[in-house]
DNA sequence: CGAAGATTTAGGCGATCGGTTAAGGCGATC
DNA sequence: GATCGCCTTAACCGATCGCCTAAATCTTCG
C-alpha cells in the first residue's frame, strides 16, 4: 500500500471518530506511519484530504448500488438487492458511512453531499413512483419511504457502538448482519404489501381534495 | 435567561455544529455573549459543559417519553403516542439530537449514552415482546422493530440539511413535520397489522418451536 | 456603611493546531 | 559520475486551543 492510500486510510478512520475540526494531521499522520508534513504533500490542506477521502467514499458507495441496480427481476427483488447493497457497503466502510453522518448533520462541506445524494434519492423515487403510482403521495409518498429505509440502514451502522452496549452482541457480526438484512427485507415486503392495495382506511378529512393528475 | 442557561444553549449549538473537539470554548462564549472564563467558572472544564449539555438533554427527553408512554388506549395509540412525542422533541431540539449522534457513533463519551439509552430500549422491548409474542424471534423481533423506528424517526433530523435540499422544502415546518409523523404512523400501522397474523411465509426452518409463554 | 461572598473581567500560560521551509535520500536517465 | 524529478524528513511559523490568575465589579446582609 503506498504513502497515499495509507493516509487516505488513516484519515477516514481519524474523520469517522473526531469529525473534521476534532481530527489532527498530526494523529493522521501517526496513525498512517508516514511524517506529518508528507500531508501537506500529497494533499495541499487538511480540506483536500477530507476531500479526498469523502470522493472516494462515494465513488466505491455509487458503484456498489449501481451494479446492484442493474440486477434483473421483479421490482421487489431489486430493492431489495439496493437495500443488501447498501448494507453490505457501510458494514465494511463503517467508518466512512459515520463521516458522511457528521457531513449531512451540518458540517461545512455539506454541499458535497447533497451533490452525490440527490441524483441518486431523485432516482430512486423515480423508480418507486414508476412503478407503484399511489407513492406519488399521502401517508406513503416515495419520499418518505427511501427517507425511512435510508434511515434504518444508515442507524444501524452508524449507532453501532451504541447498539452493541443494548443488545449485548456484535452488531457487524455475520449473524447479526444476516438478521438485520432478513428484518429490512421484511420490512420492504409488508410496505410493498400496502402498496397493492387501495389506501385501506382513508381517514384523511379532506373532503373537496380528490384532484388527481394521471401522468402529468 | 441567567449566564449559567446562555453558555448551555450556546454549547449545544456549537457541539451540533463541530463536535466536542470541534467547537471551542471561545466560540461558545462569543455565541452566547458572556466572558470566556466564565465556561470555566460555571463550568469547571470543557467535558464537564459537555456532560452539562447532555445530561440537560436526556433528562427532558425523558421526560418527554414517559409522560407519553403513562397514556391511555391501545398499544399502538400508545406506541404511536411515543413516536410523536420523539419527534416532537427532535424538532424542537435538533442540536442536542446531532449531539448524541456524535456520540452513539463512537465519541468518548458513549458509555454516557448508554446508560441513558439501554433502561429505555429495554423497556420498550419489553412493551413490544408483552403485547405480540410474536417479536421475540424471527425477522420482526422487538429490537429489530425498535432499532428501525428509531431509525427512521432520528435520521430525519439529524440529516435534516441534506433532506432540505433533497426534497426543496424546510424538514421542519409544520407541513413536513405532520407528513412525517402521518408516514410513521402509518408504518406503525402496518407494521402491527402483520404481528395479529401467523407469520404468513414461515420459511425458518425451525419445526421445534413451538414454546408459547401466555402471561408471565 | 462596610465586610463577605458571588460573579465577571482582561490578560496571559504552555500546548497543540494547520501549514511552510530548506535540506536531504533515491532511483532513472544521460 | 552528474543531473534531474519525485518522495521524505526535521525544524519551525503564527494562530488558536483549553485553562488559569489576579483584580474588578456586583450582591447580600449585619
Same mark, same amino acid.
Given at each position: 500500500?503506498?504513502?497515499? *492510500?495509507?493516509?487516505?486510510?488513516?484519515?477516514?478512520?481519524?474523520?469517522?471518530?473526531?469529525?473534521? $475540526?476534532? %481530527?489532527?494531521?498530526?494523529?493522521?499522520?501517526? +496513525?498512517?506511519?508516514?511524517? =506529518?508534513?508528507?500531508?501537506?504533500? &500529497?494533499? #495541499?490542506? #487538511?480540506? !483536500?484530504?477530507?476531500?479526498?477521502?469523502?470522493?472516494?467514499?462515494?465513488?466505491?458507495?455509487?458503484? @456498489?448500488?449501481?451494479?446492484?441496480?442493474?440486477? *434483473?427481476?421483479?421490482?421487489?427483488? /431489486?430493492?431489495?438487492?439496493?437495500?443488501?447493497?447498501?448494507? @453490505?457497503?457501510? %458494514?465494511?466502510? /463503517?467508518?466512512?458511512?459515520?463521516?458522511?453522518?457528521?457531513? @449531512?448533520?451540518?458540517? =461545512?462541506?455539506? *454541499?458535497?453531499?447533497?451533490?452525490?445524494?440527490?441524483?441518486?434519492?431523485?432516482?430512486?423515487?423515480?423508480?418507486?413512483?414508476?412503478? &407503484?403510482?399511489?407513492? =406519488?403521495?399521502?401517508?406513503?409518498? %416515495?419520499?418518505?419511504?427511501?427517507?425511512?429505509?435510508?434511515?434504518?440502514?444508515?442507524?444501524?451502522?452508524? &449507532?453501532?457502538?451504541?447498539?452493541?452496549?443494548?443488545?449485548?452482541?456484535?452488531?457487524?457480526?455475520? $449473524? @447479526?448482519?444476516?438478521? +438485520? =438484512?432478513? &428484518?429490512?427485507?421484511?420490512?420492504?415486503?409488508?410496505?410493498?404489501?400496502?402498496?397493492?392495495?387501495?389506501?385501506? !382506511?382513508?381517514?384523511?378529512?379532506?373532503?373537496?381534495?380528490?384532484?388527481? !393528475?394521471?401522468?402529468?
Amino acid at each position: 500500500m503506498n504513502t497515499r *492510500e495509507r493516509i487516505l486510510r488513516a484519515a477516514g478512520e481519524c474523520f469517522a471518530e473526531s469529525g473534521f $475540526d476534532g %481530527a489532527s494531521t498530526r494523529q493522521i499522520a501517526e +496513525r498512517s506511519g508516514v511524517n =506529518k508534513a508528507l500531508i501537506h504533500y &500529497h494533499f #495541499k490542506t #487538511k480540506e !483536500e484530504l477530507f476531500f479526498g477521502v469523502f470522493d472516494d467514499y462515494y465513488r466505491r458507495l455509487i458503484g @456498489a448500488l449501481v451494479d446492484s441496480l442493474e440486477l *434483473e427481476g421483479t421490482f421487489e427483488q /431489486r430493492f431489495a438487492a439496493l437495500i443488501d447493497s447498501y448494507v @453490505a457497503f457501510l %458494514a465494511a466502510n /463503517r467508518d466512512l458511512g459515520c463521516v458522511i453522518q457528521w457531513e @449531512a448533520s451540518g458540517g =461545512k462541506n455539506i *454541499e458535497r453531499v447533497v451533490a452525490q445524494m440527490v441524483p441518486l434519492f431523485q432516482r430512486g423515487i423515480e423508480l418507486i413512483e414508476e412503478r &407503484h403510482p399511489l407513492t =406519488k403521495e399521502g401517508d406513503l409518498a %416515495a419520499s418518505q419511504l427511501l427517507l425511512s429505509f435510508y434511515g434504518m440502514i444508515v442507524t444501524y451502522f452508524v &449507532h453501532t457502538p451504541l447498539f452493541e452496549r443494548l443488545l449485548g452482541i456484535d452488531p457487524l457480526s455475520d $449473524d @447479526a448482519l444476516q438478521r +438485520r =438484512k432478513t &428484518h429490512l427485507r421484511r420490512m420492504l415486503s409488508i410496505t410493498l404489501q400496502q402498496l397493492e392495495l387501495r389506501p385501506p !382506511e382513508p381517514r384523511a378529512p379532506s373532503p373537496s381534495g380528490t384532484e388527481e !393528475e394521471p401522468n402529468r
